[in-house]
């Protein structure tokens, strides 16, 4: 006896970055031709076609075929279409999307997400991730053409008919960076540096950005590999770990990694140990205020770290917590005037760029952060992070993933949230839990203990996944917290 089930149209809902599905099983052509007809209908709607939509697409398997297919579907509907004529980087698609005046913008990409799986994102047209009420929009036309035969128009009639435009951002993008930071100046540094792009679209960006001077760039990983080596492409540990020897082994004076569409940052320093996520917000916060002289507001998610409002408090910048998610982020750094958005995975957006994630910029950024220090006399890199918790306070961090199967997890998600909801703990790490703090977006909780020491347990919207985070003044208090709050979301 075997188990079938009837072809079905995969419900699609937007979460914290997108759609994401394992591809050839819900992410399919005809999937990406519905959520291709949910932006047309958005824009249609709007009285906004003859802006246009801009499409983009990353190295995963068929990406640039699932760009092809999602132009089809916009172009049947008049909407002039500008397709990236390689894959580029997520934010080149944001850039883009400013510099035309779009209506909106596409890209097809999973991001860090597993080599199986691909992705479409939706940008608005401040380049910002798309926000909810948009969504909410398209997620509605989804939903209602699951069962409709959508038009399409083939590329080569309309690229004939003047609606179809191919581009290559590097140019534009290498302007737009000049605006705000002296490339010059970097190229000029006596450092060395290793750049790990992991196999992604970002590859070759940053080498290029800086090529011509006295900087020495060893990028590892360049070539298209849709597999990823066999890792997530997340720059995270145990993604990295390969390009973490090799800054030793070459003795490099600081590594710098990108995920699997760039628009996330990595760093470690010269004895290869890992700048968590957590760390970069905050030195990219302090880069802002005391090497730029800043003081417009910062606004970062709530699994981010108590450095920001630690720092906020010492250089007189407002902070604002917002949800998990650039969805949240960008729309709150647009109306704030935010001069940056971190969240924890690694993403950072700036108010003088642009207010969606951007890893090669905030790479560069933390490049010329230690380059600054390093004219102080601050340096090597570790010896720059030490000064710098000195001054913002102690940020021990890890996440933990805890995976589960698809089929069911949407039962595993009601009963870890109903169980912290009805019986949340009121001691972790033996110490007492001295706050409780609901997540908005009802997907978990975040636990404070005596010491400011916290741990959130969130339910993913994109992955089978449960996610518990620390951060904690020590390890020992950390582990105990991720021991704690993975006990708890296991049930």
Not at 270 to 275: A, N
Not at 376 to 396: D, N, Q, T, Y
Not at 410 to 421: P, S, T
Request: net charge negative; with cysteine.
């Amino acid at each position: 006896m075997t188990n079938a089930e009837p072809s079905r149209a995969p419900t699609i809902v937007f979460g914290t970055d997108g759609w994401r599905a394992r591809t050839a099983e819900d992410f399919t052509f005809d999937s990406v031709r519905r959520c291709a007809d949910g932006v047309a209908e958005y824009v249609t709607a709007r009285g906004e076609t003859a802006k246009g939509v801009v499409i983009a697409f990353d190295r995963r398997f068929a990406s640039e075929h699932f760009a092809a297919a999602a132009a089809e579907v916009l172009l049947a509907r008049g909407i002039p279409v500008a397709l990236a004529t390689h894959a580029v980087p997520t934010q080149m698609s944001s850039l883009e999307v400013v510099l035309r005046g779009s209506a909106a913008g596409i890209v097809i990409t999973a991001s860090h997400n597993p080599w199986t799986d691909n992705g479409f994102k939706v940008k608005a047209p401040t380049g910002a991730a798309a926000g909810a009420e948009m969504l909410k929009a398209i997620e509605a036309q989804i939903a209602r053409n699951a069962d409709l035969a959508i038009e399409r128009r083939p590329l080569a009639d309309a690229e004939a008919a003047g609606l179809l435009e191919r581009f290559d951002p590097y140019d534009a993008y290498e302007a737009h960076v000049r605006r705000t930071l002296d490339l010059d100046a970097l190229r000029a540094a006596d450092v060395s540096v290793l750049v790990e792009p992991l196999y992604g679209s970002g590859a070759g960006w940053i080498s290029r950005l800086l090529a011509g001077g006295r900087i020495r760039i060893t990028e590892l990983h360049l070539e298209r590999n849709p597999y990823f080596g066999g890792v997530n492409p997340e720059p995270i540990r145990p993604h990295i770990n390969e390009a973490l020897a090799r800054i030793v082994a070459g003795g490099f004076d600081l590594g710098l990694m990108l995920d699997g569409d760039a628009d996330r940052a990595g760093a470690a320093d010269e004895r290869g140990v890992f700048i968590h996520q957590l760390q970069v917000t905050g030195l990219l916060a302090y880069y802002l205020a005391e090497h730029r002289g800043w003081r417009d507001p910062v606004v970062y998610s709530v699994n981010n770290t108590s450095m920001v409002p630690r720092l906020g408090a010492h250089y007189g910048f407002e902070v604002h917590e917002v949800p998990v998610g650039f969805k949240f982020i960008g729309p709150k750094m647009i109306e704030t005037g935010a001069m940056m958005g971190g969240e924890e995975s690694g993403g950072f957006g700036f108010g003088m760029h642009l207010p969606e994630r951007d890893g090669i910029y905030a790479d560069l950024l933390l490049l010329d952060l230690f380059l600054r220090e390093r004219e102080r006399g601050v340096w090597p890199v570790s010896r720059a992070i030490e000064h710098f918790h000195a001054l913002a306070g102690p940020s021990c961090y890890l996440r933990t993933d805890i995976h589960f199967e698809r089929a069911g997890y949407d039962a595993v998600k009601r009963r870890i949230v109903d169980g912290l909801r009805e019986a949340g703990p009121t001691a972790l790490a033996g110490q007492p839990v001295v706050r409780t703090q609901p997540l908005t977006t009802n997907d978990g909780y975040k636990f404070f203990i005596e010491d400011g020491s916290w741990v959130m347990i969130r339910t993913s919207g994109t992955e089978p996944l449960c996610r518990v985070y620390a951060e904690a003044t020590s390890e020992a208090v950390r582990d105990a917290l991720l021991t704690d709050g993975e006990r708890l979301a296991r049930g």
